[in-house]
């Protein structure tokens, strides 16, 4: 192992486990470096057996790509647009599947909130403070509204304003 592996691993971690990782991970006679030494051995007896029936078929393949380097770039693009619309499906159902988890969790927390307020507090107080606290969601909901109103207004009068005064002053110039 490198020095700086050492190093940061002596940095990161409490030296049992530095210890523990030496013995049973890093160390030559370890498992892990078992099963990497026969996998590797695995993967090199692979690629050697199958060199002699793969090679001729990529130099034919490489040869018809030469030959028709049109159709081949069509090829290509059309990979690439596939890669990248099945890249941008995996990110959106991994959004969806993050905000379905943090809605569902925002929304038992509440229940939970609630169901413990009812028990520590009773159901007519719980109650009570429930309608104190919506109404003031609502009022500032209420305040929020109007003033996207008068900004919607605001913004609807100068469009008429600059839109009047554009087309006098293009009317002027000619």
Not at 87 to 105: E, G
């Amino acid at each position: 192992m490198d020095p700086f592996t050492s190093q940061a691993l002596s940095a990161l971690l409490p030296p049992e486990m530095v210890d523990y990782l030496y013995t049973h991970v890093l160390h030559p006679s370890s498992p892990v470096q078992s099963f990497l030494r026969s996998a590797s051995l695995w993967i090199q007896h692979a690629v050697s057996a199958a060199i002699p029936i793969v090679g001729p078929l990529l130099d034919r393949l490489l040869d018809a790509m030469s030959e028709h380097q049109g159709a081949t770039g069509l090829v290509v693009a059309l990979a690439v647009v596939t890669a990248v619309v099945v890249i941008m499906n995996w990110v959106r159902r991994l959004v969806m599947w993050w905000t379905r988890l943090v809605a569902r969790l925002t929304f038992w927390t509440v229940v939970v909130l609630v169901v413990a307020a009812v028990w520590q507090r009773g159901l007519m107080i719980t109650a009570r403070d429930l309608v104190v606290f919506a109404s003031k969601i609502l009022g500032y909901l209420a305040a929020l509204r109007d003033v996207w109103v008068d900004e919607y207004n605001h913004y609807e009068s100068q469009q008429r304003t600059g839109a009047s005064g554009a087309r006098g002053s293009r009317s002027s110039h000619r």
